[in-house]
């Protein structure tokens, strides 16, 4: 069973496989932004690496030091050293699924 | 050609669809016969037919044209350019009364072979062009009726002398300054006289304006249209107040076309809410009532009073499922927000599944795409 983690809307899901990441940065980096509530879902980490998907959200990172993340409206979750798979959460409208309003 | 010159055009053409006085016949005639002998290939004009109403002028048409009015009016708009739909005005009205006996309004295309092979087609003709009947949605592009975003057009365009068939073009503004319709076909030109009498149908206290319009004709037919769309008199009664229609009577009392054109002005969801979950699912169009209930929302539908959903609990929320009879059920799942508001409370939230889950645990986990070994370690 992989190891999940939930912060609201997005989930993380850890990987067998380290990540070979094509960005990086330090300190912290958005993960997500709540279209409706404004609020966005921040990681902090002394080291990201990260890569993004076509439309250009974070789609899998690499976190060698772990990292903690942060939402207004949500307690913060210790994200343990490793590689992680983002996911967001959709919705059901007939046969198609939409990302869920946040 | 500046705009200030195009909006006179325009407004003129406006003007002259209120016109209600009979036809000049004998200047209208006059102007088919220079279009016939600037067309060439008609044959020259041998007979005028005159309708004294647009069902009449449609029926004409479909009764006499075998492809080659089309044809020739095809090859009168090659010399233009398109031009959108008028979007309002008594000219807009007059255009979309017209083409709201189909046969006046069509769409040109060179036939392709997969039209065949699908048989959506009537008839390919021998140079290979075919035409489709479409309905009102391409009035401002029938150069033979009235439509005066159109016509002001051809007027731009005749004043700076780029019209490769300024002739024909001059003949057939001529023809619709006298009369709103015009069809030729070898030898005999189809032409509609004025309506004697145009008035809005609708109280002059309603808040939101009518958009219908009663049509008179000399032969003594009524008839009557709203946004296009040919009503009866008992409807036409119904729709001019459309602001005092309920919710319901917009759902049970109007046919297809026109409740779809109410349901866009009043808005899906208040619509949808205003009838209550049980109207909306209650509705025979599968289209509609999918558009409906999405607008009235997963959570609202569960708590709505006409509505008794099944319910299956776990530890990751609850399911709800409506049964909609004819179509899948509707599956919502309720899940509680981990993290506590700062009242102490917890905010529960509503989301939309697929009809095949059945618990509340594969319902989550399949909104972040995982099966059965959702299980987060820590969730807030």
């Known amino acids: ?102 | 050609m500046t705009d200030s010159t195009h909006a006179g055009f325009e407004e003129e053409w406006h003007q002259r669809a209120s016109d209600t006085r009979p036809a000049d016949r004998a200047a209208a005639e006059a102007a088919a016969r220079r279009f016939y002998d600037c067309a060439g290939f008609l044959g020259g004009m041998q007979t005028v037919l005159w309708a004294n109403s647009f069902p009449e002028f449609a029926r004409m048409v479909r009764c006499m044209d075998r492809g080659l009015g089309w044809h020739v009016l095809y090859s009168f708009l090659k010399t233009s350019d398109f031009v959108e739909p008028d979007p309002s005005g008594l000219g807009a009205a007059l255009a979309n009364a017209l083409s709201s006996f189909g046969t006046l309004a069509a769409e040109y295309r060179e036939a392709d072979d997969d039209d065949y092979e699908d048989g959506d087609h009537e008839e390919r003709d021998e140079d290979d062009i075919e035409y489709v009947t479409v309905g009102v949605s391409m009035n401002g592009l029938l150069p033979h009726i009235y439509a005066p975003k159109r016509l002001a057009h051809f007027q731009d365009r005749l004043a700076s002398g780029k019209l490769p068939a300024a002739g024909m073009q001059r003949a057939m503004l001529d023809i619709l300054r006298q009369c709103p319709a015009f069809f030729p076909l070898p030898g005999v030109a189809i032409l509609c006289d004025n309506p004697a009498r145009i008035t809005p149908f609708g109280a002059p206290d309603a808040e939101v304006p009518s958009t219908g319009l009663t049509f008179e004709f000399r032969s003594g037919l009524v008839e009557r249209f709203w946004h296009g769309i040919r009503v009866s008199e008992a409807v036409a009664r119904q729709l001019s107040r459309p602001n005092l229609l309920t919710s319901r009577e917009i759902l049970e009392d109007f046919a297809p076309e026109i409740r779809a054109r109410l349901i866009a002005d009043a808005g899906a969801e208040n619509v949808a809410r205003g009838a209550g979950a049980g109207a909306v699912l209650e509705v025979d169009d599968t289209e509609l009532r999918r558009k409906l209930l999405e607008a009235y929302g997963p959570k609202n539908l569960i708590f709505d009073s006409d509505v008794f959903p099944k319910t299956e609990k776990d530890d990751f929320g609850t399911l709800f499922r409506i049964e909609v009879p004819g179509d899948e059920d509707i599956c919502v799942v309720k899940v509680l927000n981990a993290t506590p508001e700062p009242d102490g409370t917890f905010q529960d939230y509503f989301l939309r599944v697929p009809p095949d889950v059945k618990t509340a645990r594969e319902a989550v986990a399949w909104t972040f795409d995982m099966e059965e070994d959702y299980a987060p370690v820590a969730q807030t």
Not at chain 1, 16 to 30: F, I, K, R, V, Y
Not at chain 1, 34 to 46: F, K, N, P, S
Not at chain 1, 62 to 68: F, R
Request: charged content about 25%.
């Open chain 1, 1 to 102: 069973m992989k190891t999940t983690y939930r912060q609201g809307d997005i989930l993380f899901i850890s990987m067998d496989a380290p990540l070979h990441a094509h960005e990086n940065t330090t300190g912290s980096l958005e993960i997500a932004q709540g279209e409706v509530t404004g609020h966005a879902h921040v990681l902090h980490a002394g080291a990201i690496g990260f890569d993004t998907d076509w439309e250009k959200r974070v789609s899998r990172l690499d976190l060698p030091q772990g990292g903690t993340l942060r939402h207004d409206e949500h307690a913060p979750i210790d994200l343990p050293p490793g590689s992680y798979e983002v996911r967001r959460q959709r919705e059901y409208a007939y046969g198609k699924s939409t990302p869920a309003d946040d």
